[in-house]
């Protein structure tokens, strides 16, 4: 169980730090792109209370609301990607 006033601080903390003060390494980012990352299956209080964006299972993944939306942007593309490349393949003709 989370300290909700713990969780304050940390999403705060979380929600101003400075992209350029946090370090991310690009493949694992790449690889959370491509494959995705658990958040919470049930209830959420951090979620509830923070928003997507700033609860504990996205803090819990990225050193920055920047990484985060970073990751958003290339999980978009990585899905786009995998449609054409399901696309392609399934209209391959022999």
Not at 51 to 68: L, T
Request: hydrophobic residues 35%; charged residues 30%; aromatic residues 10%.
């Amino acid at each position: 169980m989370i300290d909700i006033n713990q969780d304050k601080k940390q999403a705060k903390d979380w929600s101003e730090l400075d992209p350029s003060e946090a370090v991310m390494d690009a493949d694992e980012l790449a690889k959370l792109a491509v494959h995705g990352f658990e958040t919470c299956d049930d209830y959420c209080g951090s979620r509830e209370l923070y928003g997507q964006e700033n609860c504990f299972c996205v803090r819990a993944n990225f050193p920055s609301p920047s990484h985060y939306f970073l990751y958003l942007e290339l999980r978009r593309l990585a899905k786009k990607l995998t449609s054409f490349s399901l696309l392609a393949e399934l209209t391959k003709r022999p």
